[in-house]
């Protein structure tokens, strides 16, 4: 089955830039999307189609994409940024979604 | 606005089973695919299973299989998660979830359904 890695947590100092990468083979190929998510609440649509934003969503947020690798990068963070990141793709050949397994990002 | 609503929480018994709804407003419901996630305690997401609700045609996680069934119900524009033979590692917030196309993001969430399984 098809696996995303993402490292498990991350600090940053405010105002400083985050980078939370997401590995998994060929993922150049595929849709990646972002999620926000703070423990107990709904997760919140930040980056999707590798590096479109929705509405509502700064524009200190955003995505990238290389071969293997996509990357969710987070300038000027705040304090207010703190939750656990997850990315999510669709492996067309199971026809199943898949979830990295998230990152911590403390804002030091 | 369009949102989608689950029901409320449940507290279940080994062996059991559980059906949580989500209803769909603000938009046209069988434009978008309806997804269930779900998050145990101390564990990221875990996608479970996907419904088309033009067509009704669910897919499901290879290790929810069996066990897990995702139907709709038009009239009311509701989708429905049951899953059976609980067990206690079933314990964790469900999220109900749509999304434009079957590979597109989840732009809109249900509030969070939380089972626990407990004798």
């Known amino acids: 089955s098809y696996v995303l890695t993402q490292p498990p947590s991350m600090s940053v100092a405010p105002g400083q830039t985050a980078r939370i990468t997401c590995g998994g083979n060929n993922i150049g190929t595929k849709s990646v999307h972002w999620y926000q998510h703070n423990p107990g609440q709904a997760p919140v649509l930040v980056v999707y189609?590798?590096?479109d934003r929705p509405s509502g969503i700064p524009e200190r947020f955003s995505g990238s994409k290389s071969e293997n690798t996509a990357t969710l990068t987070i300038t000027r963070v705040e304090a207010g940024d703190e939750a656990d990141y997850y990315c999510h793709v669709r492996d067309s050949s199971s026809e199943h979604v898949v979830f990295g397994g998230g990152t911590k990002l403390t804002v030091l | 606005q369009v949102q989608l609503v689950q029901s409320g929480d449940e507290v279940k018994k080994p062996g059991a089973s559980v059906k949580v709804s989500c209803t769909a407003s603000g938009y046209t419901f069988t434009s978008y695919y309806v997804h269930w996630v779900r998050q145990a305690p101390g564990q990221g997401l875990e996608w479970m299973g996907i419904?088309?609700?033009?067509?009704?045609?669910?897919t499901y996680a290879q290790r929810f299989r069996g066990r897990l069934t995702v139907t709709k119900d038009t009239s009311t524009e509701t989708v429905y998660m049951e899953l059976s033979s609980l067990r206690s590692g079933d314990t964790a917030l469900y999220y109900c979830?749509?999304?434009?196309?079957?590979?597109?993001?989840?732009?809109?969430w249900g509030q969070g359904t939380l089972v626990s399984v407990s004798s």
């Open positions: 189609d590798d590096s």
């Open positions: 979830a749509r999304s434009l196309g079957d590979s597109s993001a989840f732009d809109v």
């Open positions: 419904i088309n609700p033009l067509f009704g045609r669910s």
